[in-house]
């Protein structure tokens, strides 16, 4: 920070990394709060000799700045007063001939950083420190043990804790969309260990999340679940009903995954580009960004936190809130392929399925939205939490609508304006239903659809779905082909 820069501050109090004490003979005593607070945070400045009276500023210099400097630096390297040794950057200005010091304090990566005892943690709190409270404490020291918690053994657990579904449906994922991955030829055993979903002979909290059957995890997770809300208002306020439609439980993080993602694709436009050959290729960019949004909150929640992920879909905005904060400020992720994930077994097993990137936290994947939408995403964080906010178009969305809107590209990109739905209702001359019309277009887009997967499109549970899906078989509209596994539906026109 240069003087100019110094003196910019000085004129602006919407600052939350900036803090100016007086300190014309000796350090001020609350001065170690502040040091505290920022290394809890995401760093900051500490500036002595300038007072503040409500939006106005004084330099009242530092009188004898060797030694002021001399005490901190001295105090923050010894140890002696706080839990770890703190490096402060340290630069000094004359301003109108008075001597100001300014003191960069980083954010502190094993945390929480108190004095004297624990309960002199403070954080940074509406431009200003605040002693942390306990469930605040808490939350740094979970973040203490990035890395380590999802690759460590779960007790009481083994092979057999695994969801046998949901661990087929993963390795045939991965032989079918990437053959040529080397995991795809070992033994079960050999792809548990090396993808650390088994150490020990027993589940990691990764391998559990990921894969694990849902019994198992809500023994360790109490009330384990991805929270997905689709709010028809711009706050809880004015919502009425108070939510249209909500994702219903799912086994592990895997099934989540993909129940989210289908789901989020009704708010993303993807528009079909004929190639030189007349073979359709759809855009996907927008899909790509709230991926990675979602992504980036499966991997890098605290699923010890009492809060849980959530995602909320409101008429003008979509919210992706995750408990746990950043291991870094945001402003320097953005800058650099930062790569600190909060859980590293559940980012390997995401990587190794090709559904995120190698490196980083995806920031400039996630802004591609504000280049396609020329609507804002937002990044916020906190202590204790952080919230990724894209900004729909036009600052409202008819939530009823996406779902037609969603199942009328399904038709286009298949080369087929007319919806299947409408077609073959009309054919044999009965008057479907929107959501059995709405089935018979998924389908004729997928023939291996599962009736879960026809869930989320729909938007209602598989038993209404399985009820729908009878009514169109007695009608003689639809048949299925082969077993359950591995077979398709046929659409009679």
């Known amino acids: 920070m240069d003087k100019e820069n110094l003196l910019k501050r000085l004129s602006d109090v919407e600052w939350d990394d900036f803090e100016v004490k007086a300190a014309s003979v000796e350090l001020p005593k609350d001065v170690w709060e502040t040091v505290s607070a920022f290394s809890n945070s995401s760093g900051g400045w500490l500036v002595l ?13 530092v009188n004898n700045p060797e030694k002021i400097e001399q005490d901190l630096v001295t105090t923050l390297r010894s140890k002696n007063k706080f839990n770890v040794v703190i490096k402060p950057d340290c630069k000094k200005y004359d301003i109108d001939g008075k001597t100001v010091l300014a003191f960069y304090i980083p954010s502190a990566e094993v945390k929480p950083i108190y004095f004297n005892s624990l309960q002199n943690t403070f954080i940074r709190a509406a431009s200003g420190d605040q002693r ?6 808490n ?11 999802s690759s460590k053994p779960v007790e009481g657990t083994s092979v057999d804790s695994f969801n046998k579904a949901s661990y087929k449906n993963f390795r045939d994922y991965l032989r079918r969309m990437l053959p040529e991955l080397t995991y795809n030829a070992l033994d079960d055993n050999t792809f548990n260990h090396k993808l650390q979903l088994v150490r020990n002979d027993k589940l990691t909290y990764g391998g559990l999340l990921f894969l694990g059957d849902n019994d198992e995890i809500q023994d360790r ?6 929270d997905y809300l689709e709010i028809p208002g711009l706050s809880y306020a004015d919502a009425e009903p108070r939510y249209t439609y909500r994702v219903q439980e799912q086994e592990n993080l895997w099934e989540y995954y993909f129940v989210l993602v289908q789901r989020l694709r009704i708010y993303a436009d993807n528009p079909l580009y004929i190639g030189d050959l007349g073979i359709g290729r759809e855009d996907n960019k927008q899909l790509d960004a709230l991926r990675e949004a979602l992504i980036n909150l499966l991997i890098h929640a605290d699923y010890f936190s009492p809060m849980k992920p959530r995602i909320r879909v409101f008429t003008n905005r979509i919210e992706f809130e995750n408990p746990g904060t950043l291991p870094r400020p945001i402003a320097e992720l953005m800058k650099e392929d930062v790569s600190v994930p909060r859980n590293p077994v559940l980012a390997k097993l995401f990587r190794t399925a090709k559904l995120c990137e190698n490196a980083g936290y995806g920031f400039d994947k ?4 504000k280049q396609e939408t020329q609507q804002e995403v937002l990044f916020e964080t906190t202590i204790d939490k952080t919230k990724i906010t894209f900004m729909l178009k036009d600052g409202k969305v008819d939530m009823s609508g996406r779902v037609e809107n969603f199942t009328e590209k399904v038709g286009e990109n298949m080369g087929n304006t007319e919806k299947v739905g409408e077609k073959v209702g009309e054919k044999v001359g009965e008057n479907l239903t929107k959501n059995q019309k709405l089935i018979l277009d998924s389908i004729f887009d997928n023939h291996k659809i599962s009736s879960k997967e026809l869930s989320v499109i729909v938007g209602m549970s598989a038993r209404k779905v399985e009820e729908n899906i009878a009514k169109l078989k007695a009608k003689g509209l639809l048949r299925r082909e082969g077993p359950d596994k591995g077979g398709k539906w046929v659409i009679i026109e």
Do not use: C, N
Request: avoid cysteine; hydrophobic fraction near 50%; charged fraction near 20%.
């Open 139 to 149: 939350a740094l020291y979970r973040d203490q043990s990035f890395g380590m918690m």
């Open 221 to 226: 997770f109490p009330d384990f679940r991805i």
């Open 49 to 61: 000799g300038v007072a503040q009276h409500g939006k106005m500023f004084d330099v009242t210099g």
């Open 132 to 137: 942390a409270t306990e469930y605040e404490i």
């Open 366 to 369: 996630m802004l591609v939205w």
